[in-house]
């Protein structure tokens, strides 16, 4: 494929996703006649939509679900081979790690605490604390091979900041349709306020979970052991795309219409959706690799994104600022605040991450080379 083609496509992915994200859940309150401007307030209040209660049988089958898809992974990572001695070689931890470690440590105290003369700042906790961990989990990562995203892709890592608070707020447009979560602590907020404050607070999601899978990645087990699994091939794959395509667009516009049983939708329609049309485009996906066996670009953003997911939902816990779940028929046994089986739900958004990462880093790309190109052509 050629590299106007490519960047064709990369457009294609990037315009088309907010159109289906955006407009298909409005045309679906529009077509079903209910009040649009509902599902419009700003800052939103996520609170209006009565859900279903706890049902032991749904809980039941999403659990079989979720151990029949996930346990074979855990037991061949589990029992996979013990990595080889002194494959890296270690270096010491970096001071600027350490710099990350006491901005995690003294903002989780903070986050945690009501202390008095810290109370006109007690809501600001989130970013820093984030921020943090992005700077210990990068030092972690240098510590065990030399290099980081941080110090080997300094732009890239700072390209995800932006990209990233665009990226969840999408989630919360979303989330308008299927109501999972709301904020509380954050009543004073002006609208500029939720929305700077939020913005900051969004930014820090793609650079977690990215440097949470650089991470991973170093730890031989996971690289020795999900790269020879099971094959997994789909003959007609640019039709099976189109299905999925037009499967998941219908379900996106029906979201506020049967939010009880279409939020999963919410976390794994973006990333189909990409996929989709990167088939239809004759683009590579994050999913080729599976067809050799290879389930590594696959599993290691899940669990990056479930090791975030664990943090995300343990510093809300007791934060004055923070979240609460309202999740259709598995609403029970809370780990925080979260309830045990919507822990699921990170391991698609992890996908989410890396897909948007990779489309990010071609852009990213393609702006810089179109200005190396740029100064070519004036010298």
């Known amino acids: 494929m050629s590299r106007r083609i490519r960047i064709k496509s990369l457009f294609v992915t990037i315009l088309l996703l907010p159109l289906f994200l955006v407009g298909l859940p409005l045309a679906g309150v529009w077509w079903s006649g209910m ?21 032991w049988p749904v809980f039941v089958l999403v659990a079989i679900f979720v151990v029949t898809v996930c ?26 790690g350490l ?3 006491f901005l995690l440590i003294s903002t989780w105290l903070l986050a945690w605490s009501r202390f008095s003369w810290f109370s006109p700042l007690q809501h600001y906790t989130f970013f820093p604390l984030w921020l943090g961990y992005i700077i210990t989990v990068n030092g972690l990562t240098y510590s065990r091979i030399g290099r980081c995203l941080m110090v080997s892709e300094p732009v890239f890592l700072l390209f995800l900041f932006p990209v990233s608070a665009v990226f969840w707020w999408f989630f919360e447009y979303l989330n308008r349709f299927a109501q999972n979560w709301h904020y509380l602590g954050i009543e004073s907020f002006s609208a500029l306020e939720y929305v700077c404050h939020a913005t900051l607070c969004f930014s820090t999601v793609l ?8 991470f991973l990645r170093t730890l031989t087990r996971f690289s020795r052991t999900l790269t020879h699994l099971w094959p997994l091939q ?53 999913l080729a690799s599976i067809r050799c066996g290879d389930w590594l670009p696959v599993l290691l953003p899940a669990m990056a994104a479930l090791v975030c997911g664990f943090f995300w939902e343990m510093w809300n816990y007791k934060s004055l600022a923070h979240w609460e779940y309202s999740v259709p028929f598995v609403q029970r046994f809370h780990v925080f605040e979260m309830p045990l089986l919507g822990y699921a739900g990170y391991l698609p958004f992890g996908l989410e991450c890396a897909v948007v990462a ?19 052509s004036v010298a």
Do not use: N
């Open 358 to 376: 990779s489309l990010s880093r071609k852009l990213l790309m393609s702006i810089t080379r179109k200005g190396t190109c740029s100064e070519e």
């Open 35 to 55: 009040d649009v401007s509902t599902y419009l307030q700003f800052p939103p209040t996520t609170t209006f939509v009565q859900h279903a209660g706890f049902s």
């Open 234 to 286: 789909v003959k007609s794959i640019r039709p099976a795309g189109f299905l999925v395509l037009l499967l998941f667009s219908a379900g996106l516009a029906c979201i506020s219409i049967y939010p009880d049983y279409l939020f999963p939708l919410l976390w794994v329609s973006p990333f189909l959706i990409i996929i989709s049309v990167q088939i239809m485009m004759g683009e590579q996906t994050i």
């Open 99 to 101: 710099f990350g470690v």
């Open 207 to 214: 650079p977690a979970v990215m440097s949470t899978e650089e």
């Open 71 to 96: 346990g074979p992974f855990a037991v061949k990572i589990i029992r996979g081979p013990s990595p080889p001695q002194g494959r890296h070689s270690p270096k010491p931890f970096p001071g600027w």
